[in-house]
Nanobody, 115 residues
Framework: QVLLVESGGGLVQAGGSLRLSCAAS????????MNWYRQAPGKQREVVATLTTSGSTNYADSVKGRFTISRDNGKNTVYLQMNSLKPEDTAIYYCNAAMQIVNYWGQGTQVTVSS
């Protein structure tokens, strides 16, 4: 079992920045792909950023050039740096760890971007 705990959400004005953190209860980055998802009200959950075990990254088109996913192996923590935030980025953001059919989720952290 892996516990994921997100932090760093909040209220920010459009154009601002936030950094989300996801702390894992044990070392998993060598075997599990890490993802950040988000879910806006009335919409399906969508993946916004992926970081593979080899260090490759992938981003949703809507956040490319603005969001950056990274990790600190020593702290068992994954980050999502979000810059140039837009009102449409408002959502609950979830950290996910995935390996084949195994998935772990954090509890989510609210990000609200005001116009």
């Amino acid at each position: 079992q892996v516990l994921l705990v997100e932090s760093g959400g909040g209220l920010v004005q459009a154009g601002g920045s936030l950094r989300l953190s996801c702390a894992a209860s044990r070392s998993i980055f060598s075997v599990m792909t890490m993802n950040w998802y988000r879910q806006a009200p009335g919409k399906q959950r969508e993946v916004v950023a992926t970081l593979t075990t080899s260090g490759s990254t992938n981003y949703a088109d809507s956040v490319k050039g603005r969001f950056t996913i990274s990790r600190d192996n020593g702290k068992n923590t994954v980050y999502l740096q979000m810059n140039s935030l837009k009102p449409e980025d408002t959502a609950i953001y979830y950290c996910n760890a995935a390996m084949q059919i195994v998935n772990y989720w954090g509890q989510g952290t609210q990000v609200t971007v005001s116009s």
